[in-house]
């Protein structure tokens, strides 16, 4: 199982199937992810690392690159051969996802005004632009 492959099955079941998020979240297939875990799940296509043993997701092992200080075409091959979808995938994830420790992860950059946001507490997310915007 990939995490893209949980985001789509949770599209399925909630819109295709039409089950509420709360008959979703006590199906044996999810229980015990929080539904705001599942929501986001199915927004971003990511699963929070503590759920990956729950959903099946595998385990990718981290990549061996050998980086040869004298020999640039080497050391390029060497991230070539190494450098698959799951690896862009975390660095995509550390540039454009934040996740707040607690199963939640936001887009990182502010879908408004594009500026980056910050995590005030578990659960809460805000854009320092915005929010400057809206108190004026
Ligand atoms: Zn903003």
Redesign the pocket.
Known sequence: MRERQVAERLKYLRYQEGWKWWVIAASDEFSPIPIGTLSNIMTTGRVPKKWWGRLGIEHHAPPRIAISKTDADKAVRSIMGNIDDSVIQEIAEGLYLLDDGFGNVYERY?P??G?ERQIVRPGKIQ?V??EEINAT
Do not use: F, K, R
Request: with cysteine.
């Open positions: 502010c408004e005004c500026h854009c632009s915005c």
